[in-house]
């Protein structure tokens, strides 16, 4: 091999959709067997939202928010509210193949 004891070993991977994809790769010679775990996440392209909130003072409004999982795994949110006045679950379960709805609550203690 030369000066460098490694050699390259391309790789093409062309995931149909986000999600966590595993691999291993079985390479054999004859005096030498090696597997190697390859583990590929893809995230699906980011979309900015943006929502506006407008209720009487004092009263509440939940915006349910859509959560599709098109993946392959079971996925698990953890959400950060941040700013006053906003509430909703700490965390939130999205099935294989289902959309869960976040709802996000908005509780105005005065006029703002």
């Not at 407008?54 to 939940?62: D, G, I, K, L, S």
């Amino acid at each position: 091999l030369g000066e460098s004891d490694t050699v390259a070993f391309p790789i093409k991977f062309t995931p149909r959709s986000a999600g966590c994809y595993h691999c291993q790769i079985l390479l054999k010679s004859s005096s030498d067997i090696r597997v190697y775990e390859i583990v590929c996440v893809v995230n699906a392209d980011q979309a900015d939202a943006q929502l506006e909130f407008q209720t009487p003072a004092y009263q509440m409004v939940t915006q349910e928010i859509p959560i599709s999982n098109t993946s392959s795994q079971d996925w698990k949110f953890e959400a950060v509210l941040e700013g006053q006045c906003f509430y909703g679950p700490p965390v939130i379960n999205v099935p294989v193949g289902e959309t869960a709805q976040y709802p996000l609550t908005f509780q105005p203690l005065a006029e703002c």
